[in-house]
């Protein structure tokens, strides 16, 4: 079978700080404080989607294809404002409302498949576009650390009760990401690089022990 649906979702986003923020600055020795400018405001989304998700049984199989499109519309969306390194080495990275918005927008695909209740198969892949409306540090409209597609791949396997075993892999594509290494000219004014897309891998055997007739 075939379905299809439209929505709609409006939301609004704190200031808030990324524990991955402060473990990319400490691995890069730099002494960073985070503040929020005084009128910083909320930010809000608009988001629209698109979904086509078709359903269909071929002999033993049972196989699940989704397509869904996204357009969300930010509204005083957050960006940082790099300082320079005072005398101690001390950087302040100030949160701010970035100018006119920001819209992320994009594509996103999934197929699952089932050819008995003992094996199944999920994957999802993701094309997306995420960008600010006026340039912002490094002159630059894209998102920082945001990847333009990603995706993943899950195997599941149950060969007895209670046993199963699970295979994934998660591929992340290619990104921009500020850099304030000792490798570059000017390490304090920063470069933007690109980073290489990757894959990490993970398997898992588990068994479920029966204790008593209770549970």
């Not at 470069?191 to 029966?210: H, N």
């Amino acid at each position: 079978g075939i379905q299809a649906r439209i929505g709609y979702a409006g939301g609004f986003r704190a200031p808030q700080i990324f524990d991955e923020d402060l473990h990319i600055e400490a691995s890069g020795a730099r002494k960073v404080v985070h503040e929020n400018t005084p009128d910083l405001k909320q930010e809000t989304s608009k988001s629209f989607t698109f979904s086509l998700d078709f359903t269909n049984h071929f002999d033993r199989w049972e196989t699940q294809f989704l397509a869904e499109g996204f357009y969300t519309m930010l509204e005083d969306p957050f960006a940082n404002e790099y300082g320079m390194p005072n005398d101690d080495g001390l950087v302040v990275y100030t949160r701010i409302n970035a100018k006119e918005g920001a819209v992320v927008q994009g594509l996103n695909l999934e197929f699952n498949a089932a050819p008995s209740a003992l094996f199944q198969i999920q994957t999802g892949f993701t094309i997306q576009k995420s960008a600010y409306e006026v340039a912002q540090e490094f002159n630059e409209t894209r998102f920082f650390r945001s990847p333009d597609n990603y995706g993943y791949l899950s195997l599941s396997f149950s060969p007895a009760l209670r046993f199963n075993v699970a295979a994934t892999a998660n591929y992340t594509g290619s990104m921009l990401v500020p850099y304030f290494g000792p490798t570059i000219a000017l390490p304090d004014a920063g470069e933007l690089r690109k980073t290489q897309s990757f894959f990490d891998t993970g398997f898992k055997c588990s068994y479920e022990l029966k204790l008593s007739d209770d549970l």
